[in-house]
């Protein structure tokens, strides 16, 4: 009875090792074949530069997709007006929510605008604008809505409606807005448009 329990031990415990080596060497080969599927960094860099020239990236969005804003990124917005050729130029600071941006993000926010330049530097955006710099303007309660008119041969031709509503704006600015309120130029325009927008 002895001997059968030796002999039952003995067999238990070469099974539990062929067992153990078996899956050690199981192992080994798996994790040598995953080191295969990931290469070191060494292999990566030498991999990358022995890709073949089709591989390579040729599309020019693609190749501004891999640069991206960052803070110190400079922003100039460029105004150009067709019938003077004239263009002026702003520059702002990149606001915060559009830092670390592809390009492709940047056009989808400016949709009214063309990119002329984007990277990691500077974006410059560019609007064209189908007036004169010198255009006499009017803004004024319109059904209810600001405004826009211009001046062509004393006559009053619409140009824009805004989305603001007249009885948002204080008492004042809508009697003011009720006898029209005349702006030179296209510059001046865009501040006071932009102070009944925000």
Known sequence: MFDKKITFLLSASLVITAGLYS??????????RSDDKNPSENNI??????????SKITNYTDKADLNKT?????????????????T????????????NKTRS??????????IV???????????????SESTDYIIKDYNGIVTVFYNVDNEEKLKEYTKTYISSLPKD??????KGIKIKGNKNLL???QDYES
């Open 70 to 86: 960052s803070k110190d990124t400079k922003m100039i917005y460029e105004y150009r007006y067709t019938q003077d050729g004239i």
């Open 23 to 32: 899956g050690y060497y199981f192992y080994n080969k798996e994790i040598n």
């Open 88 to 99: 002026r130029r702003k520059e702002k600071t990149l606001p915060p929510e559009l830092i």
């Open 105 to 114: 993000v940047i056009e989808n926010v400016f949709d009214e605008w063309s």
């Open 117 to 131: 330049t984007f990277s990691n530097d500077e974006i410059v955006l560019r609007k064209e604008i189908f007036d």
């Open 45 to 54: 860099s030498y991999n990358v530069q022995a890709a073949p020239e089709k």
């Open 173 to 178: 600015e809508q009697e003011l807005l009720k």
């Open 191 to 193: 501040k006071i448009l």
